[in-house]
C-alpha cells in the first residue's frame, strides 16, 4: 500500500523553539496533504490542507503564523509550529492524497513542550 | 450540516466473539466512506473505501458495509491483534475528510 513517512515521531523541547516536521509520501505523488492534531482518546481534528506550490487553507481557529506550513513538492511538506509552547503538546499527524488516492496517514508525531 | 457518529464508543470482545461497529453518516452527497484503523501512538491506517449503497469489501476477519444512512464494519473471529480504535471519514464537499470519533475496540484472549 501508500506509504507516508513522517519525521519525526517524537520531539521533546524548551518553551519558545520552533519545531518542524516532515511529511513525504514515498510511492505516489501527493497533490494535497493535510495536517491533524489529535488530542488522547478524540479524533483527528483538521488543521489545514495544502496544496502542492500553493499556499496552505487553514481551518478556523488555526493560526497560520502559529503553524507553518510548505508543500514545495509532490512529495514534501513541513509544518513549523513556530515558538512553541506547552499548550501545543499534542499528536500531529499528516496525510497525503493523490488522484484515485485515498487519504493515507503518517504515524505522527508526538510533540512535547516543556 | 456534514456529520459523522460513530458506536459503540468502546467495545470489549472476548477472541472469537463476532460484533459489528457501526458508523451513521450525513452528508450532502456521498463521495465515499472509509474505514481505518489507529494503534496507539501511530497514525490511521486505510481499510477500505465504500462507494455506493450495497457495497461491500472484505479483508481478513473485517467485511465493511454501506447502506443510504450507515455503515457497519463487521469483525468475525476477532483475535487480540485486532485491538486498536476504528475510524470512519466521508469526505465533505470541500473534499475534507470529516472523522467520527472511533471505536476503541478490545479483544481479549
Known amino acids: 500500500g501508500a506509504v507516508v513517512s513522517q519525521h519525526p515521531s517524537r520531539v521533546i523541547c524548551k518553551s519558545g523553539t520552533s519545531v518542524k516536521i516532515e511529511c513525504r509520501s514515498l510511492d505516489f505523488q501527493a497533490t494535497t496533504m493535510f495536517w491533524y492534531r489529535q488530542f488522547p482518546k478524540q479524533s483527528l481534528m483538521l488543521m489545514a490542507t495544502?496544496?502542492?506550490?500553493?499556499?496552505?487553507?487553514?481551518e478556523q481557529g488555526v493560526e497560520k503564523d502559529k503553524f507553518l506550513i510548505n508543500h514545495a513538492s509532490l512529495t514534501l511538506s513541513t509544518l513549523t509550529v513556530t515558538s512553541a509552547h506547552p499548550e501545543d503538546s499534542s499528536f500531529y499527524i499528516c496525510?497525503?492524497?493523490?488522484?484515485?488516492?485515498?487519504?493515507?496517514f503518517g504515524d505522527g508525531t508526538r510533540l512535547s513542550i516543556l | 450540516e456534514d456529520q459523522v457518529t460513530q458506536s459503540p464508543e468502546a467495545l470489549r470482545l472476548q477472541e472469537g466473539e463476532s460484533s459489528s461497529l457501526n458508523c451513521s453518516y450525513t452528508?450532502?452527497?456521498?463521495?465515499?466512506l472509509f474505514w481505518y484503523r489507529q494503534d496507539p501512538g501511530k497514525g490511521p491506517e486505510f481499510l477500505f473505501t465504500?462507494?455506493?449503497a450495497g457495497e461491500e469489501k472484505e479483508k481478513e476477519r473485517l467485511k465493511a458495509t454501506l447502506t443510504k444512512k450507515e455503515s457497519f464494519l463487521h469483525i468475525t473471529a476477532p483475535k487480540p491483534e485486532d485491538s486498536a480504535t476504528y475510524l470512519c471519514?466521508?469526505?465533505?464537499?470541500?473534499?475534507?475528510?470529516?472523522f467520527g470519533s472511533g471505536t476503541r475496540l478490545l479483544v481479549r484472549p
Open positions: 452528508v450532502s452527497g456521498l463521495r465515499g
Open positions: 495544502s496544496n502542492e506550490g500553493s499556499k496552505a487553507t487553514y
Open positions: 471519514a466521508v469526505p465533505s464537499s470541500s473534499y475534507k475528510l470529516i
Open positions: 465504500l462507494y455506493s
Open positions: 496525510s497525503a492524497a493523490g488522484s484515485n488516492q485515498p487519504q493515507h
